[in-house]
């Protein structure tokens, strides 16, 4: 049984910093973590995902060069720095697993449906 705890959102300025991390358990190897993000209003989107194992990361084309997503294997938790917020970052950030097996390394996806597990959410608010 894989769980996804998330913390670390707040209410930052445009221009500000915040790092959210997400506490794990149950995850395998070939495990995908993602995270994503739901503002008001709109549908969950792709922010970015790396492998549990390897170090392949993918990004949202939009936030390249302001986010990074890592991974602490030791400490069981994946992180998300944020850096030059916009209020257009405002949403609650969710973590998410896909366990599905996929034999090229360079596979991923970006889709919320294809996620089995999720985290319950951290609101990240950045003001002008």
């Known amino acids: 049984q894989v769980q996804l705890v998330e913390s670390g959102g707040g209410l930052v300025q445009a221009g500000g910093s915040l790092r959210l991390s997400c506490a794990a358990s149950g995850l395998t190897f070939y495990y995908t973590v993602g995270w994503f993000r739901q503002a008001p209003g709109k549908e969950r989107e792709f922010v970015a995902s790396t492998r549990w194992s390897a170090g392949k990361t993918y990004y949202l084309d939009s936030i390249k060069g302001r986010f990074t997503i890592s991974r602490d294997n030791a400490k069981n938790t994946v992180y998300l720095q944020m850096n030059s917020l916009k209020p257009d970052d405002t949403a609650v950030y969710y973590c998410?697993?896909?366990?599905?097996?996929?034999?090229?390394?360079?596979?991923?996806?970006?889709?919320?449906?294809?996620?089995?597990?999720w985290g319950q959410g951290t609101q990240v608010t950045v003001s002008s």
């Open positions: 998410a697993a896909d366990t599905t097996y996929y034999a090229d390394l360079s596979t991923y996806t970006s889709r919320a449906d294809d996620y089995d597990y």
